[in-house]
């Protein structure tokens, strides 16, 4: 593995070179963007940035969308990964966001991983992204930068990849080096063996790991 040095330097490298990036899901407010996570989950944004524009147009607050008729929702977002379940689960949040929560978004990691559909993931996202908490989210691209380039064993689970970023990066770095990193493994495919491998930093890592591994 890399060492904690070695991890943030490697973050360092990935930020200089993917550049300025930020959030690319498309919402105007906290709990539009929480839908938009909801229906992220094992799907792209790309994705889901081509239903929501209809969808907050008919549903605009959780009022509306509570009120929604889940087959129509199903509908919209149908194009979106496992929409039967995330069409009942937005509309379930819509419902205790409105009547519970008085139209407010949780701004806790506790409390929003108590609506249905949110997980962890979703959590640190929206907290990250709508209230600048220093949270880290962990997706698969995460996940997978996280153990290509060493920083984490290969059998990880996506809480311990978390608590390695957070545990070597200074809070306010976590939030570029969330969608730094997604952006990454957007770019480079995380299959390519060693001796193919196009990305500089990806053959670096694996040369550190090397000598690390010989050191001990």
Known sequence: MLTDKQIVWAIHQMEEEMGPVGPSLDSRTPFQYLVSVILSAQATDVSVNKVTPTLFAKYPEPKDLMAANVTDVELIIKSVGLFHNKARNIIKTA???????????PTDRKGIMALPGAGRKTANVVLSDVFDQPTFAVDTHVSAISKRLHFVDQSASPLQVENKIVSVLQPEELHR???????????????????????????DCDKLNEENEAEV
């Open 95 to 105: 419902r205790i966001v409105h009547e519970e929560l008085n139209d407010v978004v």
């Open 177 to 203: 080096a969330h969608h730094t990193m997604i952006e990454f493994g957007r770019k480079y495919s995380m299959k390519l063996t060693p001796d193919k491998e196009v990305c500089q930093l990806i053959i």
